[in-house]
């Protein structure tokens, strides 16, 4: 998910608890007027709980007034401000590291989100996912069941994220607030997983008791977080009867969903067309990115450790060509380093075959690049498709050219 709309995501999170279903499906969310009477004690916290990052955003009915949500920039392990941490966790000697906090090159379990679903709610490209076998390795060695997993990210999350509120506001002001927290999920999921969500919060603590009453917790759709935020954003020209296709494409789920603008002060909303997703987010292209590396190195790909492994994935390619690229691009090449314990005592040069290998490095051509992208691309092009049809069926006319679907 793009950094541009890591705010707009948890700030919508936070202010769906503000929405009203009526009876023909409309949904409001005025963001002024947030703040009544009853609610002047209460601090809505937000959590973006995602397959690859998570984010928290806070705020209390002073600062839904003010039009202020406070999002989470700090993160332990990390002196760089980030609009989320990684959702990773690695079990060392008794201690659990989550986020920033771990070492590079450690062997860390990602993807965990997944292991809520049932096998047969998953596709077969993430069955048999190398993060998805190695979550599924962990829950071996650790004993641990998906629950318990999740449940170890939010604890260390939560703890982090009322050290950060307390800072702000004061460990009295906070001991006097209720909370209301609202956590994000995938359209797609079924009662189950979110069954599952609900217990592992239960977990990790975040429903405690407290001496200011009781912590609520709610459950909001990510298309749904993400539509609310995306038309509320200042400067959108949006009018009644405007109908926006969403697509919000996280590191493992893809959810799309069609919504019909019914009135802009405040905004209203009607679900114009049912909801579909799909699993076939950021993390296979990952996937496929590491295949290729692999392919093209062959036997030298093995000598490489985790750490190695790491240091590939996590440098040239997730920090500069993986945001960077773009399909039918002409680039140029696209270079990769490999670590030096992959040649050994062999040549860093191998000129035999494209992509070439220049003193250890990988030069890339934008086809090569294209190829790791090509199956979630499809994936998402397919939803994309199926939800303007649909839509278009119901003689619904979606938003066209900057608006016809607003990718977040």
């Known amino acids: 998910m793009p950094a541009s ?36 004690d209460q601090l809505v916290i937000g959590i973006d ?8 955003a806070w705020a209390t009915p ?13 993160w332990p392990g990390t002196g760089r401000e980030e609009g989320k941490a990684p959702t990773e966790l690695l079990y060392d000697e008794g201690r659990t590291m989550w986020g920033y906090t771990i ?3 450690a062997d860390t379990v990602r993807g965990f989100k997944l292991l809520l679903l049932h ?4 596709t077969e490209d993430i069955k048999a996912s190398e ?13 641990k069941t998906p629950v318990g997993l999740i449940a170890d990210y939010l604890r260390a999350l939560w703890q982090h994220t009322m050290d950060t509120i307390s800072k702000a506001l004061g460990d009295f002001v906070v001991d006097g607030l209720r909370f209301h927290v609202v956590i994000t999920v995938p359209a797609i999921w079924k009662a189950y997983a979110r069954q599952s969500m609900q217990d592992a919060a239960k977990s990790a603590g975040i429903l405690k008791s407290r001496k200011a009453g009781e912590t609520t917790l709610s459950f909001v759709p990510e298309p749904e977080a993400a539509a609310l935020s995306t038309l509320c954003e200042r400067g959108r020209r949006i009018k009644k009867g405007d109908v926006y296709v969403i697509c919000d494409a996280g590191g493992g789920t893809v959810d799309l969903i069609s919504y019909e603008v019914k009135d802009t002060n405040p905004i209203a909303m009607r679900e114009a067309v049912e909801g579909r997703g799909g699993l076939c987010g950021g993390l296979l292209i990952d996937e496929a990115f590491e295949a290729i590396c692999k392919r093209r ?4 790909w093995d000598n490489l450790s985790k750490k190695g492994i790491n240091d590939v994935m996590r ?10 690229f773009k399909p039918g691009s002409t680039h140029g090449d696209w270079i990769v380093g490999i670590p030096a314990e992959a040649f050994g005592r062999s040549n860093l040069d191998d000129m035999s075959k494209q992509p070439y290998i220049k003193q250890g490095r990988i030069h890339f051509r934008d086809c090569d690049i294209e190829q790791a992208f090509t199956s979630s691309f499809a994936g998402i092009d397919a939803l994309v498709d199926k939800q303007i049809q649909k839509a278009k069926q119901e003689s619904l006319q979606v938003k066209s050219r900057e608006s016809s679907w607003l990718a977040v």
Do not use: C
């Open 131 to 143: 993060f998805f076998l190695r979550a599924r390795r962990m829950l071996r060695d650790t004993g």
């Open 297 to 300: 190195l062959g036997r030298r």
């Open 62 to 74: 002073e600062h839904f007034e003010a039009d202020q949500i406070n999002l989470i920039s700090a």
């Open 315 to 324: 440098g040239e390619w997730e920090q500069y060509i993986k945001p960077q």
């Open 49 to 56: 709980f995602g397959t690859t990052f998570s984010g928290v």
């Open 103 to 105: 070492p590079g090159g």
């Open 5 to 40: 709309r890591v705010t707009s995501l948890s700030a919508s999170a936070l202010n769906a608890l503000n929405a009203q279903n009526d009876a023909d499906g409309d949904v409001t969310w005025p963001l002024q007027g947030l703040r009544v009477q009853d609610d002047d």
């Open 119 to 122: 096998d047969e709610d998953l």
